[in-house]
């Protein structure tokens, strides 16, 4: 059964208030969580973006949930230290955290001033930076010189079991070439149609039999007129497409680049409704595509309500 989860959005919400959401979706019966690990917000109206790492390790000892991460390695963050972290985690709380790597964002990786490469090269770096990590997680003694350096590099507390390394990807093109070293997959979105050649290459890329995580973006609020404001206000900057999420480096260029996004053309990337059983119907679809976990990301404001709501209303539908 897919379990159903809830998003940590570290670029809305202080840390100390997404440490009592967590809290409150466990106890709604959220199966899971998720958190996202930002320098920067996507926009000023969103405010925030507090060290997701440091969080975690608060959450985890707060809540009995399984939390995964999605973080960029070879830039912010090098792999040595990011194996460091993921193995301190998994030590302490066991089976109980997966790592997602992904390309990254200029918006959070340009802080360190170093050239910000293609796509293609920053997918070759990724594979490097995964191989290290791997190996660090592993028990290994790494010395490597190639894109990233590492000289004599070993993890002295280690889990017993590794976390799984998962690759992330938002196209087909990205979810073919992160199966050839991934233990699963994490990807985005709110429509099947569009979700299920991103798994399908994954599958041909070597992660035939492997688990994919979901993150979706709904809105809820019981004032639909609200519902939608909410999402506009929120995630208009995030609602642009193609290669410009990941080259632009300020909040301010994001919001610059969605001044021309209209309330209604949210509707593209947010499931928004005030009707929960409207949200169920949405989670029940996207659930059939076997996803070992769905991860729900409230854009709107309101926590609080939304995990009360869910944890009513839409979990129960759900097998939750």
């Known amino acids: 059964m897919t379990r159903i989860g809830y998003h940590a959005s570290h ?15 466990q106890a709604a019966g959220f199966a899971c969580a998720m958190s996202s690990e930002h320098f920067k917000p996507w926009s000023g109206a969103q405010g925030h ?8 390790g608060a959450a985890m ?20 230290v990011l194996a460091q972290s993921a193995a301190t985690l998994a030590e302490m709380f066991p089976e109980r955290l997966w790592l997602a790597l992904g390309s990254g964002q200029r918006l959070n990786e340009d802080i360190t001033g170093l050239p910000w490469p293609e796509k293609a090269e920053r997918n070759a770096r990724l594979a490097e930076c995964a191989a290290i990590i791997r190996a660090l997680l592993a028990g290994e003694s790494v010395t490597h010189r190639g894109r990233v350096t590492v000289i004599d590099a070993r993890l002295y507390s280690r889990p ?7 690759g992330a990807a938002a196209t087909a093109a990205t979810a073919r070439a992160v199966g050839a070293w991934a233990d699963g997959l994490v990807t985005v979105g709110i429509e099947p149609e569009k979700l299920r050649p991103v798994i399908d290459a994954f599958r041909e890329g070597g992660g035939a039999d492997k688990p994919v995580f979901l993150q979706t973006k709904v809105c809820w609020d019981p004032d639909p007129a609200r519902a939608l404001a909410e999402a506009h206000a929120q995630w208009a900057s995030n609602a642009i497409e193609g290669e410009v999420n990941w080259e632009l480096r300020r909040p301010e260029d994001f919001e610059t680049a969605a001044r021309f996004v209209r309330p209604e053309d949210m509707h593209a990337c947010v499931r928004i409704s ?3 059983g409207q ?16 991860i729900v990301h409230q854009v709107g404001a309101s926590q609080e309500a939304f995990i009360e709501s869910f944890g009513q209303r839409v979990l129960p539908r759900l097998g939750g």
């Open 11 to 25: 670029e809305q919400h202080a840390p100390s208030a997404l440490l009592r959401h967590v809290q409150a979706a």
């Open 49 to 56: 973006s507090g060290h997701a790492w440091s969080w975690l």
């Open 61 to 80: 000892a707060a809540t009995n949930l399984p939390f995964g991460i999605i973080t960029a390695p070879g830039y912010r963050h090098h792999p040595a």
């Open 160 to 166: 017993q079991t590794a976390p799984l390394l998962i």
């Open 274 to 276: 005030h009707d929960l």
């Open 279 to 294: 949200h169920a119907a949405w989670l029940a679809e996207l659930a059939e595509m076997g996803c070992a976990e769905i």
